[in-house]
Structure formats: C-alpha cells, structure tokens
C-alpha cells in the first residue's frame, strides 16, 4: 500500500531525523536518489551519462539545494551540467558550491541551454510552495518543454499544491517525479497527479518517523486481493449475498442492464433487479432476479444500489425511489438520477451504511458550489461531502477519491483507469460491481475502493490503447479479478 501524508507531517519527520543525522546528512540522501534517478533516464534516453546535457532549474528553497547537489554528482560523471538560478541571491551556498566544484557552470543564458538539453531537472520551488509559479519562471519553464528534454521534477513539481493536488496557475509539467521520505498528497490527486508522470519514491529515512495512519492511501493488487470475497463449501447464493439494484426507466433502460451487469460480476450471489427494465435486464441476463416493485416487496437483500438512468419519471418519487431504499435496514449505494433526491438529514439518520458515487458535476450539485471548484479541490470536496452526508463518498474522476464520514480513516485513493473509461455507462456498471461488493459483506470503504480498482483495471485490459463501451468492461471484470487474486 501506498501512503501520503501532509507537509506538515513530512516537515516534523524531516525534523526528527535531521537531529539525529550530521548536518547535510538528509539532503545528501536525498540528492544522491535524485542523481540515481536522473542517469537511470539518461542511460535510457542516449545509452550513457557521459556528455549528456543537464539543466537545473534552481530556485531559492532545498528543492534547489536537492538539484544542485545532484547535479554535481552527474557532473562528476562526465555531464555537461548548466545550473539556471531562478533566485540567485538565495541559492543554497552548499549545493553552489558543489556544483562548482565538480565542474558544473552557472548558466548565462537559460535558453540557450535549455534549447539544446537532454534532461530538466525541477528545483524551482517544494512541498511548501503555493500560488503556481512565478511570472519570471514561467517562461523557462515554456522553454524546458518546449526544448523536448526529459522534465524531472525534485519532490514534487513546482507549482503545484502538495497537501490538496490543486493546480492554481501556471506549474511544471513533468515526466517524471522523484520525491522523497514518502509520497504527498499533491502527487496522488488530480489535478497535479497529471503534471507528477511517472512517480519514483526515494527512502531518506523517514519511515520511523511518519505517523501510522496516513492522510491518504492507496491500494495495490494485494491490498485488494486481500479484500476480494472468496466463497467457501458452505456457501450458497444468499450466504454470498444478494445485491438489489434499482436502474433504468422507459427512457433509460440501458442503465438498468448494465448496473446489473456490473452486480453480477462483483461478488454477491444473486442479483435482484426492480424497475421498468426488467424485459432488457432477463433477454441479456436470464440469471437475474425481477421484480415490478416496489423495493420494499422485492424479497430479502444484503444491499441496494440505486440511480443509473431513473430520470424524472414519477415512479422516482413514490416506492421505487430514494426514499424508499434509504428507509431499508441494508447498506445503499446511491449514484447518478438518485443523487438528485438526497436529503443529508435523511442520510444522516440511517442506522445503516450508506454510499455515494458522485461524479464532479453530482458532487458540485449536493455541495452547492460550482463544478469548477470540486476539480480544482477534489480532496476537499471528498472529505466535505462525506461529512455533511454521514455517508462513505467516492469522486469519480480520472484519480478516483474515497472519503469515509470518519475524519480519523485516510482517503483512498485509486488510480488504475483509462482515459477510455469516459464512456457512456460506465459509471453504472461501477455502481452495480460496487453494490455487489456492498452485499457480499465488505464494508462501504473497503466496497468503493476494490470496485474503483477492478473496474479500472478491467478498463485497461479491456481497450489496450483502444476505445471500450461499458460492456467491454463488463466482460472483463472477471479477468481484472483474476489478475489481482493470482
């Protein structure tokens, strides 16, 4: 599992270490990753070290000490090295001076080099910067990637928000990140998880120093298979669970097809569906359960999920709906159409769990804000939701947020899909997968985050490079399942 945390926590760490550690001791660490990293890329890119060209982009803080010491390592192996200082009367001294000494040279023209460079490396600014960038790094950083050189980024990319994965301005965007002691938050969360590339960790030590519980998490396929629901000899369908899924309507009876297609492949035993589809639901999938309603009439269930494609129609309001489900002693899972007709006190309220699945828009809606602020601050709208609503929330959205209504679990944080999952009915095969996880005993955290790990991991091997419908994703449920366990 990967875990996050805040810069406070990551500065208090830092701390505790460097008493412990002769002076320099924790930068030196932390430049000699960097430098590892940096001729890994270069090996890879020209098939050596020796006479590569490597630009600095050094600003006033560490992460410049970082670069500059760093640079001063693949100077030492034969790199033609060029420091451009951002901040030349706050350059850290020490890192100068090793630069120097190892036979690196202070840019006089940053363009110049940058023109003709094979790798950037990113120490404008740290952890601690905020705001973007400044006006007068914005054009360099333009000229580093417009140069075609490999953008590796010290810590975490300048101008973006570690704590909140918020991109307010202009910031770097890098290929790859080497970060340091433990991930940040910023480097998880879009927006800034686009601008981090690939994410190298560097440990400098600060493991024993580090809280146990995390601000954000994520999980990996052992984490997940750990998780997976396993029937034993003694299980039959309704031991496994059963998920009820309301979907669909006369305008929308697709939805309902494919929230069940999603249940029937997540786990639970048996699925039974309520609502209008059910004539589409049994010609594709005779297997279901069907039932004309209302939910309350519809037999024993271990979890509802409700919402893809009910629209507006009347039968929303009365038994079939929200409230009808909302009033069942069973975890609910409540996503798309369902979302509309949330009262928070009403969630609040429920002895049992509940779920929701919002996309940015949904979530910009129960929150009263506009969509624009939720994609810019997804961590914040995640947590607030889950708090104003008492409910387990999971953000959709190209990095996947899970928020459970308890400030003391972390965040989870999943981001194993494509950019090809954004296709029609996919969110409702995610709902019907996560609802049947629901049913099949895991709890509302644990439910979203397998589900939003399969179904993303499903979408991989199911487009390869391609475009899928929510079907194809579907079918390839069981392979992502596989995947994982074995």
């Known amino acids: 599992m990967r875990r996050a945390y805040s810069v406070e926590t990551v500065r208090n760490a830092e701390r505790e270490l460097m008493a412990r550690l002769p002076e320099g001791a924790l930068m030196a660490r932390a430049a ?49 090295v060029s420091a451009v200082l951002l901040a030349p009367d706050r350059t850290h001294a020490g890192g100068l001076a090793a630069l120097l000494g190892a ?3 202070i840019a006089d023209d940053p363009f110049d080099v940058l023109a003709s460079a094979d790798l950037v490396m990113d120490g ?3 952890i601690g910067g905020h705001g973007g960038l400044r006006p007068d790094a914005v054009p360099v950083v333009h000229a580093a990637r417009g140069s075609g050189a490999v953008i590796v980024a010290v810590d975490l990319p300048s101008g973006v928000e570690a704590d909140t994965g918020a991109v307010a301005g202009e910031a770097v965007r890098a290929d790859a990140t080497v970060t340091f002691g433990t991930y940040k938050p910023g480097l998880l969360i879009d927006p800034a998880h686009e601008h981090a590339g690939a994410v190298r960790l560097v440990d400098i030590g600060l493991g024993p120093y580090l809280p146990s519980v995390p601000d954000l998490e994520v999980l990996q396929h052992e984490d997940v298979a750990r998780l997976l629901p396993m029937p034993t000899g003694e299980s039959d369908k309704y031991r496994r669970g059963v998920i009820g899924v309301v979907a669909g309507s006369a305008r929308y009876p697709g939805a309902a097809v494919l929230a069940v297609a999603g ?10 569906y309520v609502g209008p589809g059910a004539d589409a639901v049994i010609a594709r999938f005779p297997e279901t359960l069907v039932h004309e309603g209302p939910p309350s009439k519809a037999g024993r269930v271990q979890a509802w999920a409700i919402g893809p494609g009910l629209g507006e129609g009347p039968e929303v309001g009365e038994g079939h709906g929200v409230a009808g489900v909302l009033d069942s002693d069973v975890p609910v899972l409540v996503d798309a159409d369902g979302l509309r007709l949330l009262d928070a006190a009403t969630v609040r309220s429920r002895t049992a769990p509940t779920l929701l699945t919002p996309h940015a828009g949904e979530a910009a809606a129960l929150l009263g804000v506009p969509r624009q602020q939720v994609e810019s601050a997804r961590l914040a709208a995640v947590r607030k939701l889950a708090a104003r609503y008492g409910a387990t929330v999971l953000l959709k959205g190209s990095t996947t947020l899970i928020a459970s209504p308890d400030e003391g679990v972390p965040v989870r944080v999943n981001a194993t899909g494509t950019p090809w999952l954004a296709t029609a009915g996919s969110g409702d ?18 439910a979203a985050s397998v589900a939003a790990y399969l179904h993303g991991l499903a979408a991989r091997l199911a487009s390869r490079g391609a475009p899928v419908s929510a079907l194809d994703v579907a079918e390839r449920l069981p392979e992502a399942w596989r995947n994982v366990r074995d």
Do not use: E, F
């Open 263 to 272: 249940a029937l492949r997540g786990g639970a035993g048996a699925v039974r």
């Open 124 to 126: 404008i600014t740290g």
């Open 429 to 446: 095969i995610l709902t019907g997968l996560a609802g049947s996880l629901l049913a099949s005993g895991l709890s509302p955290l644990d």
């Open 32 to 80: 000699a990753g960097l430098a590892a990293t940096c001729a890994d890329v270069l090996r890879d890119q020209l098939g050596r070290v020796y006479g590569a060209r490597v630009v600095l982009l050094v600003g006033s803080g560490d992460n410049g000490g970082d670069a500059l010491y760093a640079g001063a390592r693949l100077a030492r192996r034969a790199a033609r």
């Open 103 to 105: 036979g690196g040279r």
